[in-house]
């Protein structure tokens, strides 16, 4: 696009700009009539040539009943982590060990970074074991309902951070409804769920005519959805639309994104196993964060609580939107190798990024490289023959015998 035809748009988009600002009318309802479903990447581009940026997306709070922290997502605050509780809820006043299991689950979950995690709640019996693990912990938690509107009602007699539903599979409007109001009432919030796989009929046969792409229906059914709460007069709801492709991802959210300023949890469904899910969610996330597109986020692998968290946690610090912590450096290990840095690493990986402290912490197979390439972290390990050397900014402060590598580095790191 040439200087000319830039400089054009942006002073058109300006003047539309401030004009729109002035009289106050720069609404939901402007922006829909300007840019119907569908429109968003000629939004997108018509925005991104006018140099500015239109989405903010409004402030939802999730938690703040009874013991539970109240967390902004939205508006000016940082980007929050989520996962998934992934065993099945059993009844904890039949076994109290495993609520006390789930409380210390949560609290290294927090430990590690995770903000909010979500519970499957499949039936009643769940669900009141739902409400004693919401007062057993601070975290704000979802209760994750399909089809039983019935178990998001019994669920809001406890501390719940927000209720989880698919209008889509809850059924007729009045049970939605209640769902709303009961929310209302107890000033909890709602995650709004659609995914590719429960498309509006109409807007299917859409996407099979070649009339509509899959992400624009994903985009188009969110919206519907958002029309019932905005008829209801209830506004303290985010939206997750999940495609388990990138693209479809990308689409789908970039396009509800540019039509509406609700927050957006993004996630790329059924990502795969671990390898697969981490490439796939960093290559959704990344494009889109840097959009300034997703308030919440969820990595969802076929793996543990915690790689979805230490994924989202590396993702978002790679992306500027999060500092601080300790931050791992390591090498791959090669036929040089004095030092097993794999089982160390799966030693230790966890406790160290759930440390407070703000350093970079170096494990280095070997001596050759491994002070010199480690040279900026505040402690590092390394082996050297049949012993490990301990290092800190680059000068050797120990060395020690190999079996004594992980008390002897618990030592120098508590003295950071
Ligand atoms: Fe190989 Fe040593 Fe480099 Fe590790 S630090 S990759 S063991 S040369």
Redesign the pocket.
């Known amino acids: 696009m040439s200087e000319i035809v830039r400089v054009f748009l942006r002073t058109i988009f300006f003047v539309l700009q401030f004009v729109l600002y002035f009289f106050s009318i720069w609404s939901r309802s402007v922006q829909n009539l300007l840019f119907p479903s569908g429109t968003g990447k000629l939004q997108s581009f018509l925005i991104q040539g006018s140099g500015m940026k239109f989405y903010k997306p409004r402030e939802v709070f999730i938690g703040g009943n009874g013991n539970v922290e109240r967390i902004g997502i939205g508006g000016d605050n940082p980007v929050t982590i989520q996962t998934m509780w992934k065993e099945s809820i059993l009844d904890v006043k039949e076994n109290p060990s495993h609520l006390e299991s789930i409380r210390n689950k949560i609290a290294e979950l927090k430990m590690l970074g995770c903000d909010i995690i979500r519970f499957a709640v499949p039936d009643m019996k769940s669900a009141e074991s739902f409400i004693e693990i919401c007062k057993a912990t601070s975290m704000p938690l979802v209760a994750d309902i399909h089809f039983d509107y019935r178990l998001a009602l019994k669920c809001l007699e406890g501390p719940v951070g927000a209720i989880r539903i698919n209008p889509g599979n809850i059924g007729a409007r009045e049970r939605v409804e209640a769902v709303v109001n009961g929310c209302r009432e107890k000033g909890v919030a709602i995650r709004i769920g659609v995914n590719t796989g429960s498309l509006p009929k109409d807007l299917e046969e859409r996407v099979e005519k070649g009339e509509l792409s899959r992400a624009v229906a994903l985009s188009e059914t969110a919206a519907r959805e958002c029309s019932v709460f905005e008829e209801l007069k209830f506004d303290q709801f985010v939206v997750s639309m999940k495609a388990s492709s990138v693209q479809e991802t990308i689409e789908a959210n970039e396009d509800f994104a540019s039509r509406f300023d609700i927050p957006l949890h993004v996630g790329v469904t059924e990502a795969g196993p671990l390898i697969t899910g981490v490439v796939k969610s960093t290559l959704a996330f990344s494009h889109l964060l840097r959009e300034g597109i997703g308030s919440t986020i969820r990595v969802s692998l076929s793996s543990s609580p915690e790689n979805e968290v230490i994924t989202g946690l590396e993702i978002l610090r790679e992306c500027g939107k999060r500092s601080g912590g300790v931050k791992l450096v390591s090498?791959?290990?090669?036929?040089?190798?004095?030092?097993d840095?794999h089982g160390f690493m799966d030693r230790w990986q966890n406790e160290l990024l759930s440390m407070k402290k703000d350093i970079t912490v170096a494990v280095?197979?070997?001596?050759?490289?491994?002070p010199g390439?480690g040279k900026h972290a505040d402690i590092g390990i390394?082996?050297a023959g049949n012993k490990a050397i301990i290092f800190k900014k680059g000068k050797i402060v120990r060395t020690i015998d190999m079996k004594d590598a992980d008390n002897e580095f618990r030592k120098e790191l508590m003295s950071l």
């Open positions: 090498c791959p290990r090669c036929g040089r190798l004095g030092f840095v280095m197979g070997c001596v050759v490289n491994g390439e390394a082996g």
